[in-house]
């Protein structure tokens, strides 16, 4: 698993309210989490740089 997605954080939180008996409690957690968990991986994906075929030729080099 290479990145934890909303629905997992959801869960793992729904899961430790089962166990621990207060659902309830857990799961309001749970969904604060999901949200976090989904701005953040929103904001990760930040603007990428130009590909080599798209950036403007230095001084000195050909448009080639």
């Known amino acids: ?3 934890l997605t909303p629905f997992g954080v959801l869960l793992i939180f ?5 166990l621990t ?3 309830g409690l857990w799961f309001a957690f749970g ?3 999901f949200i976090v968990v989904g701005v953040m991986q929103n904001r ?3 603007p990428k740089p ?3 075929q798209d950036r403007e030729p230095k ?3 050909t448009g080639v």
Do not use: S
Not at 14 to 18: A, D, M, Q, S, Y
């Open 1 to 3: 698993m290479k990145k």
């Open 14 to 18: 729904g899961l430790i309210g089962l």
């Open 21 to 23: 008996k207060n659902f």
């Open 31 to 33: 969904v604060v989490a």
């Open 44 to 46: 990760r994906e930040g």
């Open 50 to 52: 130009p590909a080599e």
């Open 59 to 61: 001084d000195g080099e």
